[in-house]
């Protein structure tokens, strides 16, 4: 069994299948499925990559699409001078998860993070989903530390 991860523009994400993955990951986690239905903006991720702004990291084990993990990246208002990593979404197909598929996505992004300049990661957790806590769990055995609580109300 081999992981890897590769830096994948979202133009070849797509085109590599990555849409039925994001529909299950809408279907897994959204809590807001009638007022926030699934509508990636292609044209904006583009953009957004070509400037360094997203990351979009693709998981494979043995040569076979598992899993993603996207970044917006870019400083604070409040912390100017620090260059910030917020994830938009991490993925592992269910089969495959608890086989250290998680771990390894995390490290070997935290790696690539740190070699743009990045300072600080950060991961929200769902809250609208059976396996809701883990991905916190898991980010706290890897170091993180809860750093905020994020509450949301369809209007």
């Keep these: 069994m081999s992981y890897s991860l590769t830096l994948r523009s979202p133009a070849d994400l797509r085109l ?4 039925d993955m994001m529909a299950a990951h809408w279907q897994e986690v959204c809590g807001y499925k ?9 044209s904006r991720a583009h953009r957004h990559h070509r400037i360094g702004l997203l990351r979009c990291y693709r998981l494979d084990k043995d040569k076979r699409f598992i899993g993603y993990n996207f970044f917006v990246i870019s400083p604070q ?30 490290r070997q992004a935290e790696e690539e993070l740190k070699k743009l300049g990045v300072k600080i990661v950060s991961y929200h957790d769902s809250a609208h989903h059976d396996n809701s806590g883990l991905l916190g769990r898991m980010l706290e055995r890897l170091g993180y530390q809860k750093d905020a609580e994020l509450y949301g109300k369809a209007l």
Excluded at 16 to 19: A, S, T
Excluded at 87 to 101: L, S, T
């Design 16 to 19: 590599d299948g990555v849409e």
């Design 77 to 106: 208002y409040y912390h100017a001078m620090t260059t910030w990593a917020f994830n938009q979404g991490i993925y592992i197909m269910p089969e495959e998860r608890k086989a250290g598929a998680g771990t390894f996505i995390i």
């Design 34 to 42: 009638a007022e926030a239905p699934l509508s990636f903006d292609w």
